[in-house]
């Protein structure tokens, strides 16, 4: 797809001089635009972008978290403030993360779910406000995401059952958490942007307000943060206990299932595990 040059510039009021593919993109392409007079901008081209930019806004707006700027948020096409990036995620920029994300999960709402619905990895992600998180949870992440898997093929029949069952127990594991906050929701190293031994930006989020533990579960899935992340987060928010010892498996499910429904693979196989863990 190619950069859609007369519409930036008519968008920016600038001419565009040129555009760099960027690494990732799996769910749209991704290109470094420049423009005139030494501007630079990143452009997002695929179906669907509109909701991210509304996540992106939501953040600016609502909380300290940095992210980009968004310039121009439209179906097709989303426009970012270009933040400059470079190097691994370290132990000061775990440090970093632990301090921005304990702030923002002390934003809280009146519900479960968000105000309208958002997406993780180009899916939607529903988001109708509920009262109960474990049936939330159970509801609109687990059930729902596997039964996306199991339409689109990925899942099959006989383990998309052993789900329904574990997702009728999961109160026994799962309490309600004392308010519902807000979280990124999709975070991983390749959405943390650093740069010098800081967090510059996280990106492509897919919010909502949920138990925070859910957002701590989903950080140790690519071995995105570790020690350095959860001694810091502990001094503002300590761990309630049963995190590592149940919950944190639990709360995989869901971002294991979103990589089911779009990779398939051994991620099933991953599921399986984990519910053959707690059925037994």
């Not at 370290?90 to 779910?113: C, I, K």
């Not at 049963?242 to 099933?268: D, I, K, N, Q, T």
Request: charged residues 25%; proline residues 6%; contains cysteine.
């Amino acid at each position: 797809m190619e950069v859609p040059a007369s519409r930036i510039a008519r968008a920016l009021g600038r001419a565009v001089t040129g555009s760099t593919a960027l690494a990732g993109g799996s769910v749209a392409r991704v290109h470094l635009v420049t423009l005139e007079r030494g501007g630079r901008v990143v452009a997002k081209l695929g179906p669907g972008l509109e909701p991210e930019g509304w996540m992106l806004g939501y953040l600016a707006s609502r909380t300290t978290l940095p992210v980009p700027h968004v310039v121009l948020a439209e179906d097709d096409l989303l426009l970012l403030e270009y933040v400059p990036a470079g190097g691994g995620i370290s132990a000061s920029v775990e440090a970093h993360a632990a301090d921005l994300l304990a702030r923002l999960h002390e934003v809280t709402w009146h519900s479960f779910g968000a105000e309208r619905d958002t997406v993780i990895g180009g899916l939607l992600q529903p988001n109708p406000p509920a009262r109960s998180w474990v049936e939330f949870f159970r509801d609109w992440r687990v059930l729902f995401m596997a039964r996306e898997a199991l339409a689109a093929g990925r899942l099959s029949p006989d383990l998309m059952a052993r789900i329904e069952t574990l997702a009728g127990r999961l109160d026994r594991w799962l309490d309600e958490p004392d308010q519902p906050r807000l979280i990124h929701g999709d975070c991983w190293g390749g959405n943390v942007l650093a740069r010098d031994g800081r967090v510059a930006a996280f990106i492509d989020p897919a919010i909502y307000y949920a138990d925070p533990e859910v957002e701590l579960a989903f950080a140790t899935l690519f071995g995105t943060f570790g020690e350095a992340f959860f001694a810091r987060y502990g001094e503002h928010r300590p761990l309630r206990p049963g995190f590592w010892e149940a919950r944190r498996e639990l709360y995989l499910l869901y971002p294991l299932l979103v990589h089911v429904r779009l990779f398939g693979g051994s991620y099933a196989a991953e599921v399986e595990r984990i519910v053959d863990r707690f059925l037994g």
